[in-house]
Nanobody, 123 residues
Framework: QVQLVESGGGLVQAGGSQRLSCTAS????????VGWFRQAPGKERDFVAA????????VYANSVKGRFTISRDNVKNTASLQMNSLQPEDTAIYYC????????????????WGQGTQVTVSS
């Protein structure tokens, strides 16, 4: 079983950048696909990006494609989400999650979740 902890959230102005990190412990991090999701108040948890176990394949939601980049370091047991050109609609709690299957976009396919980190983008 793996434990995930997100960090790096905070307040940023529109057009700015922020980098989120997800640190894993208690399991074999390289065995898991890692996904990032976000949830705004009153809305469902939405897929943002995912990266395969070796990092050789990434997939993004259309809303963040070209602005966000997901990466991972299996030596350091970390995954990151670099977010550029942030907009107020990116405001949400961001979660990292881990699974062992290829259903990247569905929250229900992920076994393990972090506690989330708040990202607020001001206009």
């Amino acid at each position: 079983q793996v434990q995930l902890v997100e960090s790096g959230g905070g307040l940023v102005q529109a057009g700015g950048s922020q980098r989120l990190s997800c640190t894993a412990s208690g399991g074999t991090f390289s065995s898991y696909t890692v996904g990032w999701f976000r949830q705004a108040p009153g809305k469902e948890r939405d897929f943002v990006a995912a990266i395969t176990r070796s990092g050789d394949y990434t997939v993004y939601a259309n809303s963040v494609k070209g602005r966000f980049t997901i990466s991972r370091d299996n030596v350091k047991n970390t995954a990151s989400l670099q977010m550029n050109s942030l907009q107020p609609e990116d405001t949400a709690i961001y979660y990292c999650a881990a699974n062992t299957n290829s259903d990247y976009r569905q929250p229900t396919s992920y076994y393990f979740w972090g506690q989330g980190t708040q990202v607020t983008v001001s206009s």
